[in-house]
Protein backbone atom coordinates (compact mmCIF):
# COMPACT_ATOMS: atom_id res chain seq x y z
CA UNK A 1 0.00 0.00 0.00
CA UNK A 2 1.05 3.50 -1.44
CA UNK A 3 1.60 6.10 1.67
CA UNK A 4 -1.14 8.01 0.00
CA UNK A 5 -3.65 5.41 -0.26
CA UNK A 6 -2.38 4.84 3.44
CA UNK A 7 -3.66 8.42 4.33
CA UNK A 8 -6.74 7.86 2.55
CA UNK A 9 -8.00 4.58 4.20
CA UNK A 10 -6.83 6.65 7.58
CA UNK A 11 -8.88 9.70 6.87
CA UNK A 12 -12.02 7.32 6.34
CA UNK A 13 -11.78 5.78 9.65
CA UNK A 14 -11.38 9.17 11.43
CA UNK A 15 -14.36 10.58 9.40
CA UNK A 16 -16.09 7.11 10.54
CA UNK A 17 -15.09 7.29 14.53
CA UNK A 18 -16.14 11.16 14.22
CA UNK A 19 -19.63 10.87 12.99
CA UNK A 20 -20.19 8.09 15.46
CA UNK A 21 -19.62 10.51 18.12
CA UNK A 22 -22.00 13.44 17.09
CA UNK A 23 -25.78 12.92 17.98
CA UNK A 24 -27.99 12.08 16.85
CA UNK A 25 -26.38 8.98 14.94
CA UNK A 26 -25.64 5.89 17.18
CA UNK A 27 -23.15 3.42 16.59
CA UNK A 28 -25.53 1.08 14.99
CA UNK A 29 -26.66 3.81 12.29
CA UNK A 30 -22.75 4.71 11.51
CA UNK A 31 -22.12 1.37 10.74
CA UNK A 32 -25.21 0.47 9.13
CA UNK A 33 -24.21 3.58 6.54
CA UNK A 34 -20.80 2.74 6.03
CA UNK A 35 -21.38 -0.65 5.72
CA UNK A 36 -19.29 -2.13 8.50
CA UNK A 37 -19.32 -4.20 11.61
CA UNK A 38 -19.63 -2.92 14.95
CA UNK A 39 -17.11 -5.49 16.23
CA UNK A 40 -14.84 -3.08 13.63
CA UNK A 41 -16.09 -0.03 15.06
CA UNK A 42 -15.36 -0.73 18.33
CA UNK A 43 -11.79 -2.16 17.47
CA UNK A 44 -10.97 0.90 15.65
CA UNK A 45 -12.12 3.25 18.39
CA UNK A 46 -10.38 1.38 20.98
CA UNK A 47 -7.09 1.58 19.02
CA UNK A 48 -7.77 5.71 18.21
CA UNK A 49 -8.45 5.79 22.18
CA UNK A 50 -4.90 3.73 22.69
CA UNK A 51 -2.46 5.58 20.00
CA UNK A 52 -4.52 8.43 18.76
CA UNK A 53 -4.32 8.22 14.82
CA UNK A 54 -1.43 6.47 14.29
CA UNK A 55 -3.79 3.10 15.74
CA UNK A 56 -5.88 3.62 12.92
CA UNK A 57 -2.86 2.57 10.35
CA UNK A 58 -3.15 -0.76 9.44
CA UNK A 59 -0.90 -3.41 11.37
CA UNK A 60 1.06 -6.28 9.64
CA UNK A 61 -0.36 -8.79 8.91
CA UNK A 62 2.30 -11.37 9.90
CA UNK A 63 2.07 -14.02 12.52
CA UNK A 64 3.47 -13.31 16.24
CA UNK A 65 5.56 -16.63 15.88
CA UNK A 66 6.85 -18.78 12.68
CA UNK A 67 8.11 -22.05 14.47
CA UNK A 68 8.66 -23.75 11.01
CA UNK A 69 10.44 -20.09 9.37
CA UNK A 70 13.69 -20.51 8.00
CA UNK A 71 16.50 -19.83 10.57
CA UNK A 72 18.32 -16.20 10.55
CA UNK A 73 21.43 -18.18 9.94
CA UNK A 74 20.27 -19.94 7.21
CA UNK A 75 19.26 -16.80 5.76
CA UNK A 76 22.75 -14.83 6.08
CA UNK A 77 24.35 -18.28 4.66
CA UNK A 78 21.87 -17.97 1.43
CA UNK A 79 22.64 -13.67 0.98
CA UNK A 80 26.27 -14.31 1.26
CA UNK A 81 26.37 -17.05 -1.20
CA UNK A 82 24.62 -15.28 -3.67
CA UNK A 83 26.54 -11.73 -3.07
CA UNK A 84 30.18 -13.39 -3.22
CA UNK A 85 29.42 -16.28 -5.51
CA UNK A 86 26.25 -15.14 -7.58
CA UNK A 87 24.80 -18.58 -7.04
CA UNK A 88 21.39 -19.24 -8.48
CA UNK A 89 18.41 -20.74 -5.65
CA UNK A 90 19.52 -24.35 -7.21
CA UNK A 91 22.97 -24.22 -6.59
CA UNK A 92 22.80 -22.59 -3.34
CA UNK A 93 20.26 -25.58 -2.00
CA UNK A 94 23.07 -28.15 -3.29
CA UNK A 95 25.94 -26.01 -1.00
CA UNK A 96 23.57 -25.82 2.12
CA UNK A 97 22.83 -29.61 1.90
CA UNK A 98 26.39 -30.51 0.90
CA UNK A 99 28.29 -28.47 3.52
CA UNK A 100 26.20 -27.05 6.13
CA UNK A 101 23.38 -29.80 5.99
CA UNK A 102 20.93 -27.45 6.07
CA UNK A 103 17.71 -28.77 3.41
CA UNK A 104 15.63 -26.42 1.74
CA UNK A 105 13.66 -26.19 -1.17
CA UNK A 106 14.59 -24.11 -4.16
CA UNK A 107 11.37 -22.06 -4.02
CA UNK A 108 12.02 -21.52 -0.77
CA UNK A 109 15.85 -20.02 -1.52
CA UNK A 110 13.97 -18.28 -4.15
CA UNK A 111 11.47 -16.14 -2.27
CA UNK A 112 14.31 -15.15 0.55
CA UNK A 113 16.13 -13.87 -2.56
CA UNK A 114 13.01 -12.16 -3.57
CA UNK A 115 12.33 -10.62 0.17
CA UNK A 116 15.96 -9.25 -0.21
CA UNK A 117 15.80 -6.98 -3.00
CA UNK A 118 18.27 -9.99 -4.96
CA UNK A 119 16.17 -12.32 -7.40
CA UNK A 120 17.79 -10.44 -10.44
CA UNK A 121 21.74 -10.98 -11.23
CA UNK A 122 23.83 -7.80 -12.56
CA UNK A 123 23.30 -7.27 -15.78
CA UNK A 124 26.80 -8.46 -17.01
CA UNK A 125 25.73 -11.68 -15.18
CA UNK A 126 22.29 -12.55 -17.13
CA UNK A 127 21.33 -15.47 -19.09
CA UNK A 128 21.88 -14.86 -22.40
CA UNK A 129 19.58 -16.68 -24.73
CA UNK A 130 21.04 -17.87 -27.81
CA UNK A 131 19.63 -17.83 -31.01
CA UNK A 132 18.97 -21.92 -30.88
CA UNK A 133 18.10 -24.01 -28.15
CA UNK A 134 21.55 -26.15 -27.69
CA UNK A 135 20.38 -30.17 -26.63
CA UNK A 136 22.82 -30.89 -23.38
CA UNK A 137 24.51 -34.36 -24.14
CA UNK A 138 27.20 -36.45 -22.44
CA UNK A 139 29.19 -39.94 -23.49
CA UNK A 140 27.70 -42.93 -21.29
CA UNK A 141 31.05 -43.62 -19.93
CA UNK A 142 34.13 -42.08 -18.66
CA UNK A 143 37.04 -41.81 -20.83
CA UNK A 144 34.83 -41.89 -23.81
CA UNK A 145 36.17 -38.25 -24.72
CA UNK A 146 37.83 -35.53 -23.40
CA UNK A 147 37.70 -31.89 -24.40
CA UNK A 148 40.86 -29.71 -24.25
CA UNK A 149 41.37 -26.22 -23.98
CA UNK A 150 43.85 -23.25 -22.74
CA UNK A 151 42.49 -20.40 -21.10
CA UNK A 152 44.64 -17.37 -21.16
CA UNK A 153 45.84 -15.86 -18.33
CA UNK A 154 45.86 -11.86 -17.30
CA UNK A 155 49.87 -10.45 -18.20
CA UNK A 156 51.94 -10.53 -15.00
CA UNK A 157 52.15 -6.60 -13.91
CA UNK A 158 55.44 -5.24 -14.95
CA UNK A 159 56.89 -8.08 -16.96
CA UNK A 160 54.79 -8.39 -20.04
CA UNK A 161 54.66 -12.45 -19.70
CA UNK A 162 51.92 -14.22 -19.87
CA UNK A 163 50.52 -17.89 -17.96
CA UNK A 164 48.42 -20.13 -19.59
CA UNK A 165 45.73 -22.60 -18.04
CA UNK A 166 45.48 -26.00 -19.85
CA UNK A 167 42.36 -27.83 -18.93
CA UNK A 168 41.23 -31.28 -19.17
CA UNK A 169 37.73 -32.46 -19.19
CA UNK A 170 36.21 -35.85 -19.20
CA UNK A 171 32.59 -35.69 -20.95
CA UNK A 172 31.14 -37.80 -18.69
CA UNK A 173 32.05 -37.33 -15.57
CA UNK A 174 32.89 -33.39 -15.66
CA UNK A 175 36.54 -34.56 -13.72
CA UNK A 176 39.05 -32.12 -14.54
CA UNK A 177 42.90 -31.88 -15.09
CA UNK A 178 44.69 -28.27 -14.31
CA UNK A 179 47.95 -27.24 -15.12
CA UNK A 180 49.58 -23.49 -15.61
CA UNK A 181 52.26 -23.49 -18.17
CA UNK A 182 54.66 -20.37 -19.06
CA UNK A 183 54.02 -21.13 -23.05
CA UNK A 184 51.03 -21.85 -25.21
CA UNK A 185 52.87 -24.43 -27.65
CA UNK A 186 52.71 -28.13 -28.85
CA UNK A 187 55.68 -29.07 -26.14
CA UNK A 188 53.81 -27.77 -23.64
CA UNK A 189 50.19 -29.69 -24.80
CA UNK A 190 51.77 -32.74 -25.28
CA UNK A 191 53.52 -32.71 -21.55
CA UNK A 192 49.96 -31.92 -20.39
CA UNK A 193 48.37 -34.94 -22.06
CA UNK A 194 51.12 -36.97 -21.22
CA UNK A 195 49.91 -35.89 -17.31
CA UNK A 196 46.26 -36.42 -17.88
CA UNK A 197 46.39 -39.78 -18.92
CA UNK A 198 48.89 -40.36 -15.81
CA UNK A 199 46.41 -38.85 -13.20
CA UNK A 200 42.92 -39.88 -14.79
CA UNK A 201 41.68 -43.00 -13.11
CA UNK A 202 40.66 -44.54 -15.99
CA UNK A 203 41.60 -45.27 -19.71
CA UNK A 204 41.38 -42.10 -22.07
CA UNK A 205 39.76 -43.26 -25.95
CA UNK A 206 39.28 -39.43 -27.63
CA UNK A 207 40.78 -36.59 -26.87
CA UNK A 208 38.68 -33.48 -28.82
CA UNK A 209 40.68 -30.14 -29.40
CA UNK A 210 40.30 -26.95 -31.44
CA UNK A 211 42.30 -25.97 -34.40
CA UNK A 212 44.95 -24.32 -32.38
CA UNK A 213 48.71 -23.83 -32.96
CA UNK A 214 49.13 -25.91 -30.13
CA UNK A 215 47.39 -29.20 -31.15
CA UNK A 216 48.74 -29.38 -34.04
CA UNK A 217 50.72 -32.28 -36.27
CA UNK A 218 53.23 -32.91 -33.07
CA UNK A 219 50.52 -33.02 -30.46
CA UNK A 220 47.81 -35.25 -32.55
CA UNK A 221 50.73 -38.19 -34.02
CA UNK A 222 52.12 -38.12 -30.13
CA UNK A 223 48.37 -39.38 -29.31
CA UNK A 224 48.52 -41.82 -31.89
CA UNK A 225 51.06 -43.53 -30.87
CA UNK A 226 49.68 -44.05 -27.86
CA UNK A 227 46.42 -45.44 -29.18
CA UNK A 228 44.17 -42.12 -28.49
CA UNK A 229 42.11 -40.90 -31.21
CA UNK A 230 42.42 -36.99 -31.97
CA UNK A 231 39.31 -35.11 -32.89
CA UNK A 232 39.36 -31.51 -34.04
CA UNK A 233 36.14 -30.05 -33.92
CA UNK A 234 34.94 -27.52 -36.85
CA UNK A 235 36.44 -23.88 -37.55
CA UNK A 236 34.83 -21.30 -35.18
CA UNK A 237 32.52 -23.40 -33.32
CA UNK A 238 33.42 -23.38 -29.80
CA UNK A 239 30.32 -24.43 -28.31
CA UNK A 240 31.39 -27.82 -29.32
CA UNK A 241 33.87 -27.52 -26.70
CA UNK A 242 30.87 -25.78 -24.35
CA UNK A 243 32.12 -28.16 -21.18
CA UNK A 244 35.58 -26.83 -20.88
CA UNK A 245 34.64 -23.59 -22.16
CA UNK A 246 31.76 -23.67 -19.47
CA UNK A 247 34.16 -24.75 -16.80
CA UNK A 248 36.56 -21.92 -17.70
CA UNK A 249 33.94 -19.34 -17.05
CA UNK A 250 33.45 -21.40 -13.47
CA UNK A 251 37.75 -21.09 -12.94
CA UNK A 252 37.00 -17.28 -13.86
CA UNK A 253 33.99 -16.79 -11.32
CA UNK A 254 34.76 -19.06 -8.26
CA UNK A 255 38.88 -19.18 -8.41
CA UNK A 256 40.70 -16.08 -10.40
CA UNK A 257 37.95 -13.67 -9.01
CA UNK A 258 39.02 -14.64 -5.49
CA UNK A 259 42.57 -15.34 -5.44
CA UNK A 260 44.84 -13.17 -4.13
CA UNK A 261 47.72 -13.12 -6.52
CA UNK A 262 50.33 -11.21 -4.66
CA UNK A 263 53.57 -13.14 -4.89
CA UNK A 264 52.16 -15.78 -7.23
CA UNK A 265 51.57 -15.17 -10.25
CA UNK A 266 55.48 -14.43 -10.41
CA UNK A 267 55.96 -18.13 -9.14
CA UNK A 268 54.49 -20.79 -11.35
CA UNK A 269 54.91 -23.39 -9.28
CA UNK A 270 53.24 -21.92 -6.12
CA UNK A 271 50.38 -20.46 -8.71
CA UNK A 272 50.48 -24.34 -9.72
CA UNK A 273 49.99 -25.47 -5.79
CA UNK A 274 46.85 -23.33 -5.67
CA UNK A 275 45.11 -24.40 -8.86
CA UNK A 276 45.86 -28.12 -7.75
CA UNK A 277 43.72 -26.78 -4.84
CA UNK A 278 40.93 -25.34 -6.54
CA UNK A 279 41.20 -28.47 -8.92
CA UNK A 280 40.54 -31.12 -6.22
CA UNK A 281 37.42 -29.05 -4.41
CA UNK A 282 35.97 -28.82 -8.03
CA UNK A 283 36.31 -32.53 -8.63
CA UNK A 284 36.14 -34.13 -4.96
CA UNK A 285 33.28 -31.63 -3.64
CA UNK A 286 31.74 -28.77 -5.61
CA UNK A 287 28.56 -29.73 -6.19
CA UNK A 288 27.49 -29.86 -9.97
CA UNK A 289 24.27 -28.51 -11.43
CA UNK A 290 24.72 -30.38 -14.74
CA UNK A 291 25.22 -33.90 -12.33
CA UNK A 292 22.11 -32.87 -10.37
CA UNK A 293 23.98 -31.75 -7.28
CA UNK A 294 26.66 -34.81 -7.64
CA UNK A 295 30.46 -33.57 -7.64
CA UNK A 296 32.34 -35.26 -10.40
CA UNK A 297 33.88 -38.10 -8.82
CA UNK A 298 30.44 -39.26 -7.21
CA UNK A 299 29.33 -39.53 -10.60
CA UNK A 300 32.24 -41.68 -11.32
CA UNK A 301 31.85 -43.69 -8.69
CA UNK A 302 28.14 -44.00 -9.99
CA UNK A 303 29.17 -45.10 -13.30
CA UNK A 304 31.48 -47.50 -12.10
CA UNK A 305 28.92 -48.56 -9.88
CA UNK A 306 26.22 -49.27 -12.81
CA UNK A 307 28.48 -50.83 -15.09
CA UNK A 308 29.64 -53.12 -12.70
CA UNK A 309 26.37 -54.34 -11.79
CA UNK A 310 25.48 -54.62 -15.87
CA UNK A 311 28.64 -57.00 -16.23
CA UNK A 312 27.68 -59.14 -13.03
Known sequence: MTKSEQNRVLAWRLRVIREASDAPRNVAQTCRHFGLSRQTFYKWQARYKAHGDAGLCDRARVPLRSPRATPREVISKIIYLRQRYHFGPGRIKDYLQRFHQVKIACSSVHRILLRHGMNRLPANLKHRAAGRAWKRYEKAQPGHRLQLDVKFLERIPGTGKRLYQFTAI??????????????????????FVDEVIRRLPFRVLVIQTHNG?????????????????????????????????????????????LLDKDGI??????????????EDYYNYHRPHGALDGQTPYERLLAKTTASLSAES
Not at 178 to 190: F, G, H, P, R, V
Not at 228 to 239: G, L, Q
Not at 265 to 272: A, G, K, M
Request: with cysteine.
Open 265 to 278: TDNIHLFNDKLREW
Open 170 to 191: DDCTRIRVLKIYDACNQTSAIR
Open 213 to 257: AEFQSRFHWHLETQDIRHVYIRPRTPHLNGKVERSHRVDEQEFYQ
